[in-house]
DNA sequence: CTGTTGATCTGCT
DNA sequence: GCAGATCAACAGT
């Protein structure tokens, strides 16, 4: 599998999110490798975009986002969860990123099910909180470059047609809700294959 | 400094 | 369907 280079992430943030479908997020613990194929993607970027962390400008907690793209992009929320997010902005924004909402489990199905303390592999990574819980991503992972083989990073994957990517409002998001950037694999997709 | 709200999930009702 | 966990940003005192 090859690591995506840093100009996959030079693009606008929502072209972006689309493109990360299919992709596989990795997770790297000692020599062990955790794994997972991206299904849904939700794109956040500036000025633009109310609903955005870097809405409001660059503060301690969103600094990565206007940082060099392809980085991790991690932050804490509700006292008690963390969210990945892969930096991904064009030359015409300072601001952006991609929130990983949701996985595939691939490799290391016993770590993740050690983490999230569940049997049930449904459940596992089918939500932004939960697939940080299975991969064990937390601040540690903070401006972690994705472009190379580290402690966290993205590689190719599986083949997605464009005709099978659904669109929707994001999840929890009661601004700009005519932006439809949130993304995912339709179901189709897996249970024909 | 204080109170509220949130890109959430779990467990109980 | 709702409370609880309890951190960071922000608006208001």
């Not at 596989?24 to 490798?33: A, D, F, Q, S, Y």
């Not at 819980?133 to 994957?157: C, F, H, M, N, P």
């Amino acid at each position: 599998m090859k690591v995506i280079p840093r100009s996959f992430y030079e693009k606008d943030t929502v072209d972006v999110a689309k493109n990360l479908l299919g992709k596989i997020l990795v997770r790297r613990i000692n020599e062990m490798l955790v794994s997972g194929i991206i299904s849904e993607t939700e794109a956040y970027r500036y000025k633009d975009d109310p609903a955005s962390h870097s809405f409001g400008g660059m503060t301690e907690r969103n600094k990565a986002m206007f940082g060099e793209v392809g980085r991790a992009y991690v932050y804490f929320t509700y006292g008690m969860h963390y969210c990945v997010n892969a930096v991904a902005k064009s030359e015409k924004y300072d601001a952006g990123a991609v929130l990983i909402r949701a996985i595939v489990p691939k490799d290391g199905l016993d770590f993740m099910l050690k983490q999230r303390k569940t049997d049930v592999i449904s459940n596992l990574t089918n939500g932004p909180a939960k697939l940080t819980q299975s991969l064990k991503i937390t601040k540690a992972q903070y401006g972690e470059d994705l472009t190379k083989v580290s402690g966290l990073y993205i590689t190719d994957g599986i083949n997605i047609k464009r005709s099978t990517i659904e669109s929707r409002p994001r999840i929890g998001i009661k601004k700009a809700v005519d932006n439809l950037w949130n993304f995912s694999i339709s179901k189709n997709y897996f249970t024909d294959y």
